[in-house]
Every structure is written in C-alpha cells, then in structure tokens.
C-alpha cells in the first residue's frame, strides 16, 4: 500500500506503509503519471495487481496513464462531475462497494 504523506507526522502513520511517493524537491515527478511510474518501478510492481483509487481527476487518469486499473470514489472531497472525467473503470460511493469490487476481482 502506497500514500502520499502530507502532514500529520504526529501520527506516525508512515510505519503502516512500504514507502511514501511523491513529487520531489529537484523538480521531477511533478505530474501523477511520472509519480505512478517511479513507484511501479521503484518497487517492482505488477500493473495488473496495481490499482489507483482517488477522488480526482488527475489521479485517476495518472492511473490511467500508466495502464492501471482506476477507482473513484465518490465519498472524497471531490465532485462526480470531476471524477467522470477521469475515466475511471469503476465509481464507487461507499468503502463496502470499494471491497465489493476486491471480492469480485478475486474470483
């Protein structure tokens, strides 16, 4: 599981994570597309078992971008008008349909 870490460092979260990604200070990896392929790369990660769930436009189609299969979710902080136009595979209202989607891609 992947995040980019903003803030709240008082929570410690980072240790619940294999890595934290995101743009960087030299000015590379400045778009979701290039931050997805550096961590596809960095960790040796399989595209077919790689999914992008966010609430933005820009995130899903950084996915989309980088051949990954793409989940909205409606319940963030952005609108579905925004997140239609991502082009997402699924759009999901609920954390229950996000583990829906999981069970059936299991079967």
């Known amino acids: 599981m992947f995040w980019k870490f903003e803030g709240g460092g008082s ?8 890595g934290i990604i995101g743009s960087n200070f030299v000015n590379t990896r400045k778009d979701k597309t290039e931050v997805i392929q550096y961590l596809l790369t960095e960790f040796e990660l399989k595209k077919k078992e790689t999914v992008r769930i966010r609430d933005r ?51």
């Open 57 to 107: 436009k820009f995130n899903i189609l950084g996915g989309k971008n980088n051949s990954l299969t793409s989940i909205g979710v409606t319940y963030g902080h952005r609108s579905i008008d925004e997140l239609m136009g991502g082009q997402s595979d699924y759009l999901v209202d609920s954390f229950r349909e996000l583990q829906l989607i999981f069970e059936l891609k299991r079967t």
């Open 11 to 18: 929570l410690k979260l980072d240790k619940q994570f294999k």
